[in-house]
């Protein structure tokens, strides 16, 4: 007896032992398999934040990619039918007029209290002849801008400054369109007598501020760290959710060129976006040249070199004016306008300038029909950025916008009487980059990793759920089988039979007297063949009564 419970002791703890080796491997896969994503992204933090010595560090401050910058011209062709209301503007596009850029940051300062790092944005342009479709002496034809965002200006001022603003406008001797060479509408700059009076007439006061000396859209730009501000964003040393997410700009956390949240600065700085992205949502793009965030939502899911990921775009919501979208009315600005454009004046020291996607992409009709020359379509005009979902690379990005100038007829400024209220198309820039095939080999290790773990963690779940079902299944299952045999079983021939006792010699012959034969049926072969014979066992019978002596 106490081997035999010695042995079941042993079976069971060997059951036992079974049974929670399976609990604890089924629970480990369930878990892995429900965190994996966010183990890796925790991991993955760990190497990617931010910091002066990560290995994410000097690809940050200088990008590795090639960039380029391409630009269009809108030639005015007919600048002398303005004021005929019957005549559109006819435009003609020029370009693109390409240029390399080899971006750089400068002035950077960590800021680990509230894990943060502040920079100013340096960038030197180079003229690239081959990828270019024009010259930079090609001579272009353009709205006056100079012209125009003095009237502006003096819109909102009283009737007596506005007079001189308009007698300086004739005493000088200002067109309506200037053509200037491609080098000086962009980089180089033209002087303008309109420039150099603002700048020397204090009758105007803190009212004009006129911060060039030149005129270009993209002057004192080139090799200068100035004009787009101090960036200040999250290194994702705490979370890295936030990682490149701007905290501040020009350390403020309000631009306060827009109402209530449409002025907070945030949204991505461009270099990094949150990783773990789901289908269906939307990021955020920070643009210091129009001083606000540019949402950009999903759209499709794509393949770029072999990796699969989001494209978000920008769409309708990200230039509605509250005409579409009500919660877009604080980025009106004092001009609510129909979806389409994004009015920047604010942002741009005054000038009526509202940006827009390539021709008007994605807005209301009524700006595509003010001028000739206008071919919206998504291939050439769209704006968007592809992600990696797992961790928010870039794969390839086509940043795209549209700089335009409101005309309109100002009171007193006899040099804009007449004229048509028209979103002017003036200039157009496309920055699109794509992801490398050697970097993009090395990132599709990012899902195989992912899948891999998932898979693992599926197998070791399996195999957990087996060991810990393996005795309670076997038990049910021998249990099932007792089950299924027959119960009831035939029954056995008794053996306790009573026994036939002998005949006597003189039965035999009375039944002979009587003429029963000895062979009688009851006394045949067969009928006895199924009785035991237990002789001796009980006394024989005796004779009738009638059969006595």
Known sequence: MPQTNTKLHRICNWKLCIGGAGFLLALFGLLCGMFWADLFTYGMGKEIALRPN??????WKVPPLDLNLDIYFFNWTNPEDFKNQSIKPILQQLGPYRFSEKPDKVDIKWHPENYTVSYRKKSIFYFDAEGSNGSLDDQITILNAVALSASAKAKQWDALKRNMVDISLKMYDQPMAVTKSADELLFTGYQDDMIDIARAAPIFGDEV?????????????NGSADLTGTFNVNTGVDDIHKIGQMHSWNFKTH????????????????????????VGGSISLFSPDMCRSIPLDYTETVVVEGITGFKYSGGARSVDNGTLYPENKCFCGGECVASGVMNVSACRFGS????????FYNADPLYVNQAEGLKPNQKDHE????????????????????????????NHMSFYEGVPRTFFPLIWFEQKVR???????????????LTIGHIVAGVTFAFGLILLCWHPAGYLISKWRGDLKPTSKKPKASSKVAPIPELSA????????????EGSPLLTKPYLSNVKIVPNKQPALEKPSEYKS
């Open 54 to 59: 990560s290995r994410v560090y000097e690809s």
């Open 435 to 449: 992801i490398s095939p050697e970097f993009a080999e090395e990132l599709s290790a990012v899902p195989r990793i």
């Open 209 to 221: 501020q006129v911060p060039f000396d030149r005129f270009g859209w993209f002057y004192t730009r």
């Open 383 to 410: 704006f968007y950025m592809i992600l990696e979902p797992n961790t928010g690379v870039a794969l390839e990005v086509a940043a795209r916008f549209q700089v335009n100038m409101l005309v309109e007829p100002i």
């Open 506 to 517: 003189s039965y035999k012959k009375a039944c002979e007297a009587e003429g029963q034969p």
């Open 255 to 278: 631009t306060g060129f827009s109402e209530s949240y449409c002025g907070m600065v945030n949204g991505s700085a461009g270099e990094f976006f949150p990783p773990n992205l789901k």
């Open 352 to 359: 009526p300038v509202f940006m827009s996607y390539p021709h």
